[in-house]
């Protein structure tokens, strides 16, 4: 059994996501995991990597009201796109899932 995600306690990103990708590097000292909410009305579609990364339509979606975990991912960046208008997506850095 993993252990429950355990937040850092200082980083939370505000990504305001749009129909073009919004980039978010992450600074690396907030742990190893990332915690995303998408608290938007619509399918926000992620993708992980290093600091260029883009995001498309054809990446990861993540439903409204979604909470996911993703482990390994804390210390480099990610990025959102959402197909038209825009959403609000959390992500928190921290340990565990």
């Known amino acids: 059994m993993a252990d429950a995600f355990q937040p850092s306690d200082r980083h939370t990103y505000t990504i305001n996501v749009g129909a073009a990708s919004t980039p978010q590097v992450f600074s690396g000292d907030g742990g190893r995991a990332v915690r995303l909410?998408?608290?938007?009305?619509?399918?926000?579609?992620?993708?992980?990597?290093?600091?260029?990364?883009?995001?498309?339509?054809?990446?990861?979606?993540?439903a409204p009201g979604a909470i996911e975990v993703f482990n390994g991912v804390g210390t480099g960046a990610m990025a959102a796109i959402v197909a038209s208008g825009n959403a609000t997506l959390y992500a928190t850095l921290?340990?565990?899932?």
């Open 94 to 97: 921290g340990e565990g899932a």
């Open 37 to 62: 909410y998408n608290a938007g009305s619509q399918a926000v579609f992620v993708r992980f990597g290093n600091a260029g990364v883009v995001a498309s339509l054809a990446d990861m979606p993540l």
